[in-house]
């Protein structure tokens, strides 16, 4: 029931913002005790976790990202949004946005996934 769909540029040049969109149907961004991420995969790589924000609106990131990165989000479009600042060629990777059932589950619904590429 619950289907997620990321959006935004595909294309950043190095030094400015990524920034996504994950539009949620089939569920309320606000429902608890749901949690929201983002989380990327280089190319040849793992998944990385970049960070949540729960139905309270909390949020949590990764210690890594955590001085470039803000999640927030507009409950009347059932939408939460990725900014990723100062961005460079290391960023490139699929962007996926996800849903958590709770804190301590492990994502159960995904989006697609977006391509981003960092590069001038």
């Known amino acids: 029931q619950v289907q997620l769909q990321e959006s935004g540029p595909g294309l950043v040049k190095p030094s400015q913002t990524l920034s996504l969109t994950c539009t949620v149907s089939?569920?309320?961004?606000?429902?608890?005790?749901?949690?929201w991420s983002w989380i990327r995969q280089p190319p040849g790589k793992g998944l990385e976790w970049m960070g949540a924000?729960?139905?309270?609106?909390?949020?949590y990131y990764s210690p890594s990202l955590k001085s470039r990165t803000s999640i927030s989000r507009d409950t009347s479009k059932n939408q939460f949004t990725l900014q990723l600042r100062s961005v460079t060629p290391e960023d490139t990777a699929v962007y996926y946005c996800?849903?958590?059932?709770?804190?301590?589950?492990?994502?159960?619904?995904w989006g697609q996934g977006t391509q981003v590429t960092v590069s001038s």
């Open positions: 924000i729960a139905y309270s609106g909390s949020t």
């Open positions: 996800a849903r958590n059932r709770s804190w301590s589950d492990p994502a159960d619904y």
């Open positions: 089939g569920g309320s961004i606000t429902t608890n005790y749901y949690y």
